[in-house]
């Protein structure tokens, strides 16, 4: 079947710390991987996408490299801020032949930066 | 600005009380989803629309219902609420299958709903 796997959190780090987080995927087929940020209180947004292998998506300092041979999709970020903090969804996008659009999830991780 | 606008944000209700959580995308997209969110689960489909009047099943669709009767609003509708819905409901939006594998989903703000 087709399933995201996330590193397990919470994650603490302190200030301008390097961020790792791992993400592994499940897929039968092509799909585009996403990395979504949910901060505290709000809905999921956008961070990065990647639609196929070696692409490499990236927005406000953060990094990820679309690794098929290694099923991965792992998110990375050189110095983080306290802004950062927040709950990290790594997700897959399959197209179906019926023409539906299904995102898989990972768990979610919850990063906390401290200053 | 682009956005999906859920109501309410909050809801607390009783077992078998009917409800309905509204959604609404002003970015014309055809497409519409509802997730749950629980801990340790991450998000997961209840009902997806891939235009007017087109609905299906996603992976958690038992004791919900869903309709699309304009391009904008997906309610999501619990006819008999049972404590086991006690979670928290995205709504989500995006364009078509024409635009294929780049299409990224805009989410609303959530609807806390608690079901005592």
């Known amino acids: 079947g087709n399933s995201v796997t996330q590193m397990e959190g919470p994650v603490t780090l302190s200030e301008e710390a390097f961020l790792t987080i791992n993400c592994t995927y499940t897929?039968?087929?092509?799909?585009?991987l996403f990395w979504y940020v949910q901060y505290p209180g709000e809905g999921l947004q956008l961070l990065l996408k990647a639609t196929k292998a070696d692409d490499k998506g990236s927005n406000k300092g953060f990094e990820a490299t679309y690794r098929k041979e290694t099923t991965s999709f792992h998110l990375e970020k050189g110095s983080v801020q306290v802004s950062d903090s927040a709950v990290y969804f790594c997700a897959l996008l399959l197209l179906t032949i019926q023409g539906a659009q299904k995102l898989v999830f990972g768990q979610g991780t919850r990063l906390t930066i401290n200053p | 600005e682009a956005q999906v606008t859920q109501n309410p944000r909050y809801l607390i209700t009783v077992t078998g009380k009917k409800l309905t959580v509204t959604c609404s995308q002003n970015m014309n997209h055809e497409y519409m989803s509802w997730y749950r969110q629980d801990p340790g689960l991450g998000l997961r489909q209840i009902y997806y629309s891939m235009n007017v009047e087109v609905t299906d099943k996603g992976d958690v669709p038992e004791g919900y219902k869903v309709s699309r009767k304009e391009k904008r609003n997906f309610p999501l509708i619990l006819e008999s609420p049972s404590p086991n819905q006690t979670s928290l409901y995205f709504c989500?939006?995006?364009?078509?299958?024409?635009?294929?594998?780049?299409?990224?989903?805009?989410f609303g703000q959530g609807t806390r709903l608690t079901v005592v």
């Open positions: 897929a039968t087929g092509y799909p585009s």
């Open positions: 989500a939006s995006s364009l078509s299958r024409t635009r294929g594998r780049d299409s990224a989903a805009f």
